[in-house]
């Protein structure tokens, strides 16, 4: 009886083990049911900025094999030409004039994007997906428009611009400097020059709010909203970037799961970080590419260390990889603010044609999709994508229908990314510009087929001299896939000639888009206890005038 009952136990672990062995089993899933989804998203990174993109001194190892390893997109344009926009676009599949968004938010307003807005995370958590975010929102810092509040289950971040209040860096070993003059309140003027000034932003946008003197570092977990850091520290920020995109992968293996990272890198800083750039002391003075170099090449570190993770947990057939970055990069910031690469829109007259410009340079972002598998490694795609194509991509191969009571304006992209004979469904992609079209509403210009039209056109954030903005009558026409550095014009403020044809498809398409665009309007969500004017910023303890980490050295 004594050898039968060790018999029998030993049967019965040995039954337990075989039954976990099978639950394990199916907990992976085939990689096209729920894939993971990562979608890295750089901030005010240009088309050449990159090594699979052309520069000869850039060290993006990681960015560069995934890469060389799935399918470059070369036409992936930005919903917007600066931050706010473009963000609302690639979390709603929806134009940002049509969600009422402005080009930029400040960091003390008192609204953000409308809260019946339905964002990527809230999408895919409809048919079980996790969610988290590391970096930079954007979308309203107001508790009930961060991302905790918006379907993602976790965020860890700088809610807005990281050039929107002082930072602090702890020096490194070796290093003598501190952060360098500056003052507190210099993003105000430096938002009202380059935003508000342009039509991207609104002056109700700057206000005397302390809780805009000093970046936060946010973090959102379990329905709790925490400032871990005021002032935070940007000598230690991609550590703890790091530390939370892994955790999230690793907390979520076993489900499907949505990672946004929108990298507060490689944006420029407020005028007290030397360079106006910063990274951690692995990094810095690392390249041969300057300070922004190093910022990218962190960024690129923060992806390598998320992507060991997933192959680790062999989660990688499992996973798509989408990168992209929200607008070109910010020309008048100079060495610090990135590259256009070739889209230097040569006939536009001046050199400011990135971040805020509808010219190639602007709008026209590095982009990859990897996904071992399914995606052929080596392969390239000219074909039009967007970030408004993300919420109806990820719609797709997750299997959640879209809202039937929502206009949508991306396309699901999924059949470029899978195969190498799909077409772009962008018969027409607008391209909306300054906030207020100063040539009468309507876009900026249109992605049609190998053309591209320009309505109006203007310089990037800051201007430049002697470049103003030009309205054309009708439009200013290239052909981008032969000519993507626009320089030559194939048609001038005329219908007829060679391209007449062209010119009316055109013309046609514009007509029925602005028919069918409306342009919505912000709802400011009510006050909640302690807010009122002056008192929406992140805040740490309005006692201590939201400094609470000490001031920046």
Partial sequence: QFLYFIGFQMMNKLLTLLLAGASSTVAIR???????????????????????????TTKSPTFDNLAKNGKILTSWYSGC????????????????????????????????????????????AKVGYKSAIMGKWHLG?????????????????????????????????????????????????????AYVSQGYARVSDVSDDPGGDYLPLVHQQNGTT????????????????????????KDFQHDPFFLYMPFSHVHTTAADQPEMQYAGCAFKNTTKRGMFGDALAEADWIASNVMETINELGLENNTLVLFSSDNGPWMSRGKSGGSTGLFYGRSAGYWNVGKGSTWEGGVREPAFAYWPGQITPGSRSAEVVSSLDLFPTVSKL?????????????????????TNTSKSSHESLFLYGHGTNRCGTGPFAVRHGKYKAHFATGPGIFG???????????????????????????????TTGEYADVIAEIMAAKKRESETM????????????????NRYGVCCDRSKNCDCDGPPT
């Fill in 30 to 56: 085939d990689p096209r049911d729920k894939p993971n989804i990562v979608m890295f998203f750089v901030d005010d990174l240009g088309y050449g900025d990159l090594g699979f993109t052309g520069h000869p």
């Fill in 81 to 124: 030409p600066v931050c706010s926009g473009s963000r609302s676009a690639l979390m709603t599949g929806r134009q940002f004039v049509r969600l009422g968004v402005p080009g930029v938010f400040g960091p003390t307003v008192d609204d953000g994007l409308n809260l019946n807005e339905t964002v990527v995370a809230k999408q895919l």
């Fill in 141 to 193: 810092q107001r508790e009930m428009y961060l991302p905790g509040s918006r379907g993602f289950d976790r965020y860890l971040g700088i809610p807005y611009s990281d050039d929107m209040g002082e930072a602090r860096a702890t020096p490194c070993k070796g290093e003598n400097y501190s952060v360098v003059g500056g003052s507190k309140g210099d993003w105000k003027s430096d938002f009202l020059e």
């Fill in 226 to 249: 925490t400032i871990l850091h005021q002032p935070l520290d940007f000598t230690t920020l991609a550590q703890s970037y790091r530390d939370f995109a892994v955790s999230a992968v």
């Fill in 398 to 418: 997750a299997g959640v229908p879209l809202p039937q009571d929502v206009t949508f304006d991306g396309k699901d992209m999924s059949g470029i990314l899978l």
């Fill in 464 to 494: 430049c001299d002697g470049c103003t903005p030009i309205c054309y009558s009708p439009l200013l026409l290239f052909n981008v896939e032969e000519d993507p550095t626009e320089a030559y014009p194939l048609a001038v403020n005329t």
């Fill in 518 to 533: 409306y342009y919505g309007t912000l709802i400011k969500a009510p006050d909640q206890p302690g807010e009122g004017p």
